[in-house]
């Protein structure tokens, strides 16, 4: 079992950056791959960030693939997700997900979720 607690939204002007923190409990954090989704109102929930266990390996939506940076701390039990360049179409209620087994872009496929941060770009 594992809880999910996102933190670090808010609202930011366009061009600014910010960093999202997923804070974990549970003992084999390190086991899971994380990731980040985003869901904008009226829009379904889209993929924006994974990372494998080991933080070897990472993948982005194309999206943001350039302005951002997902990365995590084993020992902290915290995975984070930096964005730059933010842009007014970056506005969503972004969530974190955790999942056993291999990396995969569809929401359908993770496990555990947190309870989601706001961000909110203005132009």
């Known amino acids: 079992q594992v809880q999910l607690v996102e933190s670090g939204g808010g609202l930011v002007q366009a061009g600014g950056s910010l960093r999202l923190s997923c804070a974990a409990s549970g003992r084999t954090f390190s086991s899971y791959v994380m990731a980040w989704f985003r869901q904008a109102p009226g829009k379904e929930r889209e993929f924006v960030a994974a990372?494998?266990?080991?933080?070897?390996?990472?993948y982005y939506a194309d999206s943001v693939k350039g302005r951002s940076t997902i990365s995590r701390d084993n020992a902290k039990k915290t995975v984070y997700l930096q964005i730059h360049s933010l842009k007014p179409e970056d506005t969503a209620v972004y969530y974190c997900?955790?999942?056993?087994?291999?990396?995969?872009?569809?929401?359908?496929?993770?496990?555990?979720w947190g309870q989601g941060t706001q961000v909110t770009v203005s132009s």
């Open positions: 990372i494998s266990w080991s933080g070897s390996s990472t």
């Open positions: 997900a955790a999942k056993t087994g291999p990396y995969y872009s569809d929401y359908n496929r993770y496990t555990y």
